[in-house]
């Protein structure tokens, strides 16, 4: 089999997704128990370590696209990932089990969800996002840590000596699971850029188009994975977490050390389609939290339909 051929390519792209799956599961299982045996809430979980783990693959992916490949590359991944993240796995796990929002993360987590869309929307609409626009980024993601410092200070102080006894004990396994997680997915990410970009490319697809379809989608498998299995655990604060703790993450911290690493140039084509499909997801969603504190199966339903209809209308 020649080195460069479609079915080369299309192996390499496999493995990559293959790869990242693995290794996001490694990363969440061992950063799960670990933050689990200190006392922390499913939802402060949800919202922080899996949140910031299943982030993993966009920040590699969109760091080498945007070094090796094409700036283009990194923000196709966010924004398409964070579509995804909406449409796809908020939807297919409300389809599972309408999914209850917890108080915590409708109040001091989704507004900084909404807050991180339009930022990059309104960062990005004058077709560039360069370091100083990186940099705030970032520095919108420290006051982001700083509410969720402030809620775990809060949920240490609540836990009493008979709940401390009763916790599990931190494992080196579990540390072995996070690091063996990193590798994989620097390895996936590396594969799955390779394989998609080239078998895209030759097939005459543009960079954005690649990164808001396969690698978005290939890199929101975790969220994906998590968020599914939470549905069918009944777990709906772990799930409703993952997902909006992983779009603060993608927007804040994957952008922003992009940008403050190489400046992002932004298509006319994406400040009129992909930016208002971004805003309109995060809106829609925002409006299911607040109206009824929950997603419902036929929101559920929706989001999927919409995000289907948003990969159709990206098709050439």
Avoid: C
Wanted: glycine fraction near 12%; aromatic fraction near 6%; charged fraction near 10%.
């Amino acid at each position: 089999m020649p080195l460069g051929s479609p079915l080369t390519e299309l192996l390499l792209l496999a493995a990559g997704a293959v790869l990242l799956y693995a290794g996001a599961e490694l990363l969440v299982r061992g950063a799960s128990e670990l933050a689990l045996a200190i006392g922390l809430k499913a939802s402060t979980v949800g919202v922080t370590v899996v949140a910031f783990a299943t982030t993993a693959p966009e920040l590699f992916v969109a760091l080498m696209g945007a070094v090796t490949v094409s700036t283009d590359i990194g923000l196709g991944a966010i924004v398409g990932s964070n579509v995804a993240n909406v449409g796809l796995v908020l939807g297919i796990s409300a389809l599972i089990r309408p999914l209850a929002i917890s108080e915590t993360v409708l109040k001091r987590h989704v507004p900084f969800m909404l807050l991180a869309a339009l930022l990059l929307v309104g960062l990005g609409w004058d077709g560039r996002i360069g370091a100083i626009d990186g940099i705030a980024l970032l520095g919108t993601l420290i006051a982001f840590t700083v509410v969720i410092m402030h809620r775990i200070r809060e949920t240490q102080s609540g836990i009493s000596a008979a709940e401390r006894e009763g916790m599990p004990d931190a494992d080196p396994r579990d540390v072995a699971a996070v690091l063996g997680g990193i590798v994989a997915l620097v390895l996936g990410s590396r594969w799955l850029i390779d394989g998609g970009q080239s078998l895209l490319s030759a097939a005459g697809f543009s960079d954005i188009f690649i990164g808001l379809t396969v690698l978005a989608l290939g890199t929101s498998l975790p969220e994906l994975a998590a968020s599914v299995v939470s549905a069918v655990r009944d777990e709906a604060d772990f799930s409703v977490g993952n997902v909006v703790g992983s779009n603060i993450y993608n927007i804040l911290a994957v952008i922003g050390i992009v940008a403050v690493v190489t400046p992002i140039g932004v298509a006319p084509g994406v400040r009129g389609f992909e930016f208002p499909a971004l805003l309109a997801f995060t809106a829609v969603l925002v409006w299911m939290m607040y109206r009824g504190e929950r997603i419902s199966r036929l929101d559920g339903g929706v989001l999927v339909v919409g995000y289907v209809l948003f990969v159709y209308l990206l098709l050439p």
